[in-house]
């Protein structure tokens, strides 16, 4: 059974269930940007650019400078920022224990896709070329952010690029043209995203001109062969729960290593309430245990 401390966050959440489909990106983005909390204590961040797309050096004391997280924020690939997910960067700096990068990439419906895709294979190369180890890089990301993480490594592996050590993905979108059954069976109980608002979502992030099928909207549908282990976590009360089930079995079919954790009881990227929710720290305290062998960090 979830924890006290979560029962009253859904309560919140539940209050404030959009009541409509209807999508208001600026109302969105400032509402992002006021729930993003802060940092940790000890915890900084550093603005700077990298391959062109500005983002924040985020670290904790004694942050391994070797190794680096590219991380990408959530909101529909319409919102979010470094401001909307202090909290949960935050945190997640202090459990991985190395240096993370958060790309501010462009944003619909003034840059559409492909443009978030771009920024992004734009900020990993310049990594690179900084002289970073693919080896002890990953990318990470939640919820557009996480699809967008899995869309860097196709068009990275498409690119013949060398590709980082892993994938942390919480909460990811994988598919822009909602097919999974959990849009149904979930819709009821997820309090965050309604399939009509996610549908006005993605046809602002694909533009007038923009395939759902692209396997860079949509990586889902994407080659998942050859790609470095990936770890999903996803709430249980998702309509987005499919998104994860089926990319982790399709990555397991194509030979590669998925490891999927379906969070009970859990609502989307549940891991913005750390600090205040166990069930939030438990789930980043597992990334870095995940994580930091793969990058080589102590």
């Not at 501010?104 to 002289?131: C, I, K």
């Not at 890089?137 to 590709?163: I, Q, R």
């Not at 598919?175 to 009821?188: I, L, V, Y």
């Not at 954790?261 to 980043?284: K, L, R």
Request: charged share 20%.
């Amino acid at each position: 059974m979830a924890s006290p401390q979560f029962h009253k966050f859904l309560e919140l959440l539940q209050r404030n269930r959009p009541l409509t489909d209807e999508v208001k990106v600026d109302s969105m983005r400032r509402n992002l940007d006021k729930v993003g909390g802060k940092f940790p204590e000890g915890v900084t961040g550093i603005a700077d650019e990298v391959g062109g797309v500005p983002g924040e050096w985020i670290m904790a004391p004694g942050a391994d400078q070797g190794a680096v997280l590219l991380y990408f924020h959530g909101g529909g690939y319409v919102a979010g920022s470094v401001a909307s997910h202090r909290n949960l960067l935050g945190h997640l700096a202090q459990a991985v224990g190395c240096r993370i990068f958060a790309a501010e990439y462009s944003l619909a419906p003034e840059f559409p896709h492909p443009a978030p895709v771009n920024d992004a294979t734009a900020a990993y190369r310049s990594l690179v070329d900084q002289g970073y180890s693919p080896s002890r890089m990953a990318v990470a990301g939640d919820s557009a952010g996480g699809g967008l993480a899995m869309a860097t490594l196709l068009a990275l592996k498409e690119d013949k690029d060398p590709l980082p050590a892993a994938a942390v993905l919480i909460s990811p979108l994988t598919d822009c043209e909602g097919t999974g059954e959990s849009m149904t069976t979930k819709a009821s109980v997820d309090p965050m995203i309604t399939p009509g608002s996610l549908k006005n979502i993605m046809a602002l992030f694909l533009g007038p001109d923009g395939d759902p099928k692209d396997p860079l909207a949509s990586p889902l549908l994407g080659d998942l062969a050859g790609l470095p282990p990936v770890l999903i976590q996803v709430g249980e009360s998702e309509v987005l729960v499919d998104d994860s089930t089926r990319l982790a079995a399709k990555i397991t079919e194509a030979g590669g290593e998925a490891e999927l954790e379906i969070w009970p009881e859990m609502v989307h990227v549940w891991h913005g309430s750390a600090g205040f929710v166990p069930e939030s720290d438990q789930a980043i305290a597992r990334i870095g245990e995940w994580l930091k062998p793969k990058l080589s960090v102590s």
